[in-house]
């Protein structure tokens, strides 16, 4: 079964849009930790956030948002105004205890191409 | 901020060489690393975990013998490609896990390409 789902493959806007990009996880676990990254066309990985399983907070950072519901295993994405150099992929991610290591499982990776 | 080295960033070698990749911690220590495989527009798949001083644990699918895994100190992993195929060819990255518990730090990947 697929631990992490991001069901959009490639979403494109205009700049200054504001774009959600969906992830939905599983896991046993009752305390685990999801993850965004960012994946631009050079390839290196940028961490974005790291959520616990405890903390339903929402979060704020400048343009970026994210928007974490336990109760239907999501863990969304929002960039607000978005730019140009936004244009990446995005990964969500899942660390969990699987047969007794810690692992990070990656969903899908969603494309976003924001143009001008 | 932790910084995780990876080399060669990009590789170019022949059909049935073989190659290996080096992942360093900078300035903290690594007691587990991960290594990823990225084939073009898809996702990063887990290879293996390695733990220092211990066989790295392999995900199912992957052969050991052909991609070994030595983790020798708590700063350096390396992943080396044995008798490595056109197939082979993908972009290779690695992750440790630190510096805090539930923090992971990766490197900034190695491109493979085998002729």
């Known amino acids: 079964a697929q631990k992490v789902t991001q069901a959009q493959t490639e979403i494109s806007v205009v700049e200054k849009e504001d774009v959600t990009l969906d992830c939905v996880y599983e896991t046993r676990d009752t305390t685990y930790y999801l993850f965004w990254y960012k994946q631009p066309p050079s390839g290196e990985l940028v961490f974005l956030i790291r959520r616990n399983s405890f903390d339903e907070q929402n979060e704020i950072s400048g343009r970026y948002s994210w928007n974490f519901q336990k109760s239907t295993s999501s863990f969304n994405f929002t960039i607000t105004a978005s730019q140009v150099v936004d244009s990446a992929v995005y990964f969500c991610a899942l660390s969990e205890v699987i047969q007794g290591a810690q692992k990070l499982v990656f969903g899908q990776g969603t494309r976003l191409t924001i143009n001008p | 901020g932790a910084v995780v080295s990876q080399h060669p960033s990009r590789v170019i070698c022949k059909s049935g060489t073989s190659v290996k990749i080096e992942c360093r911690s900078l300035?903290?220590?690594?007691?587990?690393m991960f290594w990823y495989r990225q084939f073009p527009k898809q996702s990063l798949m887990l290879m293996a975990t390695?733990?220092?001083?211990?066989?790295?644990?392999?995900e199912q699918g992957v052969e050991k013998d052909k991609f070994l895994i030595n983790h020798a100190s708590l700063t350096l992993s390396t992943l080396t490609v044995t008798s490595a195929h056109p197939e082979d060819s993908s972009f290779y990255i690695c992750s440790a896990r630190g510096p805090s518990f539930y923090g992971y730090t990766f490197g900034s990947g190695t491109r493979l390409t085998v002729v």
């Open positions: 390695s733990n220092e001083g211990s066989k790295a644990t392999y």
């Open positions: 300035d903290f220590q690594a007691t587990t």
